[in-house]
């Protein structure tokens, strides 16, 4: 896996692949290459005047199809139109902003980074041949689950932790749903992936000072963008890799550099913890997994 990069990429032709947050950022690095290396790519995003001139911009062939992950309309809207897919690629996000709420009052963090694509996910299960990938964060380490208080409706919020919480869900999330497809005998598989630090415009939307701060540390510190993709374009279209793995860069403290698989932190093999969120997340969603 050393220096893997996109260019080594296995022939997509013939593959589906939806990538949610496609229009700028990661998402738009990772459908372009996966565009470039023959897949189909469906471009997911909110804004589909921004997604499709994202998509202009790619090779090969490209779908652009309106997704709001905040609002659970939308979700099963896309969801119902979605052809039989080989991969899905849980990208979008959003870090750190103010207090906000989805359109089912979910906390905006947890409600787009989680819930929203909990719910796409078991509603598209059934269509996907080969792979989840979901895109986690180093920051997941800073993350608490509070099954009580999931939506921080009776905690003081707090931006960062409150990111944390949903990057740590994507990983309880991904490793729960590999559980489950063994134990259904699924050959699908399961990954997460985290990017390091690269600079992309999310880091553009706290709506503070840390704005301008890390607009600064985007130039000095962080990788592009271009690298911050590889693990996830790696889990992406590899073959043989374990169901349950993470991937993320190989340099130090899995800032910056090339692919490898990486472990994440203690909490998040927390099995009870796993559980508890995905019978939450059944139930604040509505959506059930076919294979429960």
């Known amino acids: 896996?050393?220096?893997?990069?996109?260019?080594?990429?296995?022939?997509?032709?013939?593959?589906?692949?939806?990538?949610?947050?496609?229009?700028?950022?990661?998402?738009a690095v990772v459908a372009t290459e996966l565009a470039r290396a023959g897949a189909k790519v469906i471009v997911a995003c909110r804004d589909t005047a921004k997604g499709q001139a994202a998509a202009d911009a790619m090779p090969?062939?490209?779908?652009?199809?309106?997704?709001?992950?905040?609002?659970?309309?939308?979700?099963r809207a896309f969801a119902a139109g979605l052809p039989a897919i080989d991969v899905l690629i849980n990208n979008a996000g959003v870090m750190a902003i103010p207090l906000?709420?989805?359109?089912?009052?979910?906390?905006?963090?947890?409600?787009?980074?989680?819930?929203?694509?909990?719910?796409?996910t078991g509603l598209v299960l059934d269509r996907v041949v080969d792979r989840v990938v979901t895109v986690s964060s180093g920051a997941h380490r800073m993350g608490r689950i509070d099954l009580a208080d999931l939506n921080w409706e009776r905690r003081r919020y707090q931006r960062w932790p409150a990111y944390g919480q949903s990057k740590l869900a994507n990983l309880l999330f991904t490793y729960e749903l590999q559980r489950r497809l063994d134990a259904a005998g699924s050959s699908r598989r399961?990954?997460?992936?985290?990017?390091?630090?690269?600079?992309?415009?999310?880091?553009?939307?706290?709506?503070?000072?840390?704005?301008?701060?890390?607009?600064?540390?985007?130039?000095?510190?962080?990788?592009?963008?271009?690298?911050?993709?590889?693990?996830?374009?790696?889990?992406?279209?590899?073959?043989?890799?374990?169901?349950?793995?993470?991937?993320?860069?190989?340099?130090?403290?899995?800032?910056?550099?090339?692919?490898?698989?990486?472990?994440?932190?203690?909490?998040?093999?927390?099995?009870?913890?796993?559980?508890?969120?995905?019978?939450?997340?059944?139930?604040?969603?509505?959506?059930?997994?076919?294979?429960?």
């Open 100 to 120: 906000g709420r989805t359109a089912e009052g979910f906390e905006l963090q947890i409600g787009t980074n989680h819930l929203g694509h909990f719910a796409l």
């Open 60 to 75: 090969g062939e490209t779908d652009v199809r309106p997704l709001d992950l905040a609002d659970l309309t939308s979700v």
């Open 190 to 292: 399961a990954f997460a992936a985290h990017p390091g630090y690269a600079a992309t415009n999310l880091q553009s939307h706290t709506a503070s000072f840390q704005d301008r701060v890390m607009a600064v540390t985007n130039r000095i510190v962080a990788q592009s963008a271009a690298m911050g993709a590889l693990p996830t374009l790696y889990a992406a279209t590899q073959p043989g890799l374990p169901g349950g793995s993470f991937l993320g860069p190989d340099g130090f403290l899995e800032q910056r550099g090339y692919p490898k698989i990486v472990r994440s932190n203690g909490r998040s093999y927390d099995r009870t913890t796993a559980g508890g969120l995905w019978d939450l997340s059944e139930a604040l969603t509505g959506v059930t997994y076919p294979v429960d």
């Open 1 to 27: 896996m050393a220096q893997w990069t996109a260019a080594d990429i296995p022939d997509q032709s013939g593959r589906t692949i939806v990538v949610t947050g496609a229009n700028s950022g990661l998402g």
